[in-house]
């Protein structure tokens, strides 16, 4: 098998990128496949990309399908778990778009049937440890010239997001970035998190926008998050990791003081998919060298299990108005160091 038979399911705003980048930039895939619930427009998209892309009868359909070797899975949060077990059960590489699923527990039926299976499958979305500038970020922290990391301080601002976002999206949707990077960045876990609205407030029931996260880390490091959905002005991404001995920033140059209706300087992005685009890239290419090899390097189903539990957190403590422990089984050996080899 010289190249990756790719199958995508899901095709709005992330999917329809997903395919784009899948079909065009991702030398090693091949797009033989689409599934989206709106057939008109799965055919649409299939006719505008190159080469004969099918489109499936159902996402059921495709994942079972012999020309089929792997699947990208950017449908709706809460179909992911039945996407991902099914294409365990077939034995398929799956790249799942964050969140793995909806809860921990949801997660962890994922993470038993990797192990009954005995290997990785899943690798999920979080392409931040792909995008150039994180990675510097990255390296910056691993040569322990910042010395003991104390603390990390992130922006996530998006100019806007669909009606249909509630509150508690700000966590499924956003913050489980911040958690991935946070664990990624700091090597730890995240021991506990409070949230709340602007003014203090909490509660599930209504639009709270922005939200201000907190969280510690078992290790002790704090990391402060403002999540803001309906910014106006923009899409904006910020981290700072502070050590003992220094701190790494990563920066939207050039710098600004005021942002309005993009039409400042320093905000080039309209959104994710722009800021994010060459990430993107890199993560799927990085998949489909994987899965050629039958192995699995990226982030994984304990990967996507961690955020969920913190996020898992995030929403009750957003519900309480309280601190809240996040809670975590023993991580299996199937997670330990290093790839997951296929058998």
């Known amino acids: 098998m010289n190249r990756l038979r790719i199958g995508?399911?899901?095709?709005?705003?992330?999917?329809?990128?997903?395919?784009?980048?899948?079909?065009?930039?991702?030398?090693?895939?091949?797009?033989?496949?689409?599934?989206?619930?709106?057939?008109?427009r799965a055919h649409a998209i299939a006719e505008g990309l190159p080469g004969d892309v099918r489109v499936a009868r159902s996402a059921e359909e495709l994942i079972a399908s012999d020309d089929v070797d792997a699947v990208a899975i950017a449908s709706s949060a809460a179909s992911h778990l039945s996407l991902v077990l099914a294409c365990i059960e077939h034995r398929k590489p799956v790249f799942c778009e964050k969140p793995l699923a909806l809860t921990g527990a949801d997660c962890e039926l994922i993470i038993d049937a990797e192990i009954a299976a005995g290997r990785r499958f899943v690798q999920v979305g979080f392409m931040r440890r792909f995008d150039t500038?994180?990675?510097?970020?990255?390296?910056?922290?691993?040569t322990g010239d910042l010395g003991e990391i104390v603390a990390l301080q992130y922006v996530h601002r998006a100019a806007d997001v669909p009606e249909y976002f509630t509150s508690?999206?700000?966590?499924?949707?956003?913050?489980?970035?911040?958690?991935?990077?946070?664990?990624?960045?700091?090597?730890?876990?995240?021991?506990?998190?409070?949230?709340?609205?602007?003014?203090?407030?909490?509660?599930?029931?209504?639009w709270l926008d922005p939200q201000f996260f907190s969280f510690r880390t078992e290790r002790?490091?704090?990391?402060?998050?403002?999540?803001?959905?309906?910014?106006?002005?923009?899409?904006?991404i910020g981290c700072d990791v502070v050590g003992r001995q220094g701190v790494a920033r990563l920066t939207n140059a050039p710098v600004t003081a005021v942002s309005l209706d993009f039409r400042t300087s320093g905000v080039r992005e309209k959104d994710f998919t722009v800021r994010f685009g060459d990430a993107y890239r890199r993560e799927l290419t990085a998949w489909a060298e994987d899965a050629l090899r039958g192995i699995v390097t990226g982030p994984n189903a304990w990967d996507g299990y961690a955020a969920a539990a913190a996020t898992d957190a995030c929403i009750e403590a957003l519900r309480t108005g309280s601190p809240t422990v996040v809670k975590m089984r023993e991580r299996p050996a199937l997670y330990g160091q290093g790839p997951s080899r296929a058998t």
């Open 133 to 142: 500038a994180f990675v510097e970020l990255k390296a910056a922290v691993e």
């Open 8 to 40: 995508v399911i899901g095709l709005g705003m992330v999917g329809s990128e997903q395919v784009a980048t899948i079909a065009r930039s991702v030398a090693l895939g091949e797009l033989v496949a689409v599934s989206d619930f709106d057939l008109d």
């Open 220 to 236: 002790g490091a704090m990391v402060y998050a403002e999540v803001f959905l309906r910014a106006g002005y923009g899409y904006e």
């Open 168 to 206: 508690a999206m700000h966590t499924t949707e956003a913050v489980v970035h911040e958690v991935d990077t946070t664990r990624w960045l700091a090597d730890d876990e995240i021991a506990e998190v409070s949230v709340t609205g602007t003014g203090g407030r909490s509660g599930l029931d209504e």
